[in-house]
């Protein structure tokens, strides 16, 4: 039996299981949390057809599912599950499968969310403050030869909204949690002096909003929120960017789904 045919096969048993049982029935749920504690994602698949090559999606770590079915054979292990919540790509309802990994399953019963948190970010003393306490360097720098800027200060009681995280792949010359990037959701009018593509190649026109900029772990920035020392060590802003991941990763709004939390992005003298 081919893993193709497999994992096909207990996609098409889980949706039949998800009918008969009726998406409200909350009670028969088994809800789970994407545990990936080292390196920050897991792949999931939509199917496995030779025809069309793999369809996967790497889901971050602490992401609500519904586990559906767990499928074994002597060769592998698979977990069926519903996304419980969105992701940067993905809606919920999404029917997604994973392999256990070394005989483990990459779901736990254990990741309960929190509140979603602000952040301030001092410009003058490039900090990044939680509670009123330093949580870690960061800075925010213009890149050369661009038309964006550098986070403006946000306006008083608008902070900037800070987004479930994104993959990226550049992050991992820091470390493999540094691949976790967290989307900042601003308004064109504070980082655009004039009208313009931002970095998604999208247009945008003044006083729309952007969401180009992002919280993550580097030496250098592209006008984001960079956790770390400018032109400092990647280790460096590796061991300070792990505490931001950890408060972010499981941090979730109420209000807004795609919301973990907010960014006050000011002048000097935060307290």
């Not at 028969?28 to 999931?44: E, L």
């Not at 971050?60 to 592998?76: A, R, S, W």
């Not at 050369?144 to 479930?164: E, F, R, T, V, W």
């Not at 590796?238 to 941090?251: C, E």
Request: with cysteine; glycine share 10%.
């Amino acid at each position: 039996m081919s893993i193709s045919y497999l994992w096909d096969s207990a996609i098409e048993r889980a949706l039949a299981l998800e009918v008969r049982r009726g998406v409200g029935e909350a009670n028969s749920r088994q809800i789970r949390y994407v545990d990936a504690p080292n390196v920050g994602w897991i792949r999931a698949y939509k199917s496995l057809k030779p025809k069309r090559g793999v369809d996967y999606l790497d889901i971050p770590n602490k992401c609500k599912v519904d586990l559906i079915e767990q499928t074994e054979t002597d060769k592998l292990k698979i977990d069926v599950f519903r996304l419980a919540e969105s992701t940067s790509q993905f809606r919920t309802g999404t029917v997604l499968t994973a392999f256990w990994i070394d005989g483990k399953t990459q779901l736990s019963t254990v990741g309960e969310h929190s509140p979603a948190v602000k952040l301030v970010l001092d410009l003058e003393k490039r900090q990044l403050l939680f509670n009123g306490e330093v949580l870690a360097p960061a800075f925010t720098a213009p890149p050369p030869g661009s038309n964006h800027s550098q986070l403006a200060p946000s306006d008083p009681g608008k902070p900037y909204s800070i987004l479930k995280p994104s993959i990226h792949e550049r992050g991992r010359a820091y470390g493999p949690l540094a691949t976790t990037w967290f989307r900042i959701e601003t308004y064109a009018s504070d980082v655009w002096t004039n009208d313009g593509i931002d970095g998604n190649g999208k247009s945008h026109k003044k006083g729309g909003r952007v969401t180009d900029r992002y919280v993550h772990c580097g030496s250098a920035s592209w006008g984001c929120a960079t956790v770390g020392q400018a032109g400092g060590s990647g280790a460096a802003a590796y061991s300070a960017w792990l505490p931001v991941y950890q408060l972010l990763i499981g941090s979730r709004s109420t209000s807004r789904e795609d919301l973990v939390g907010h960014l006050e992005v000011v002048a000097g003298g935060a307290q």
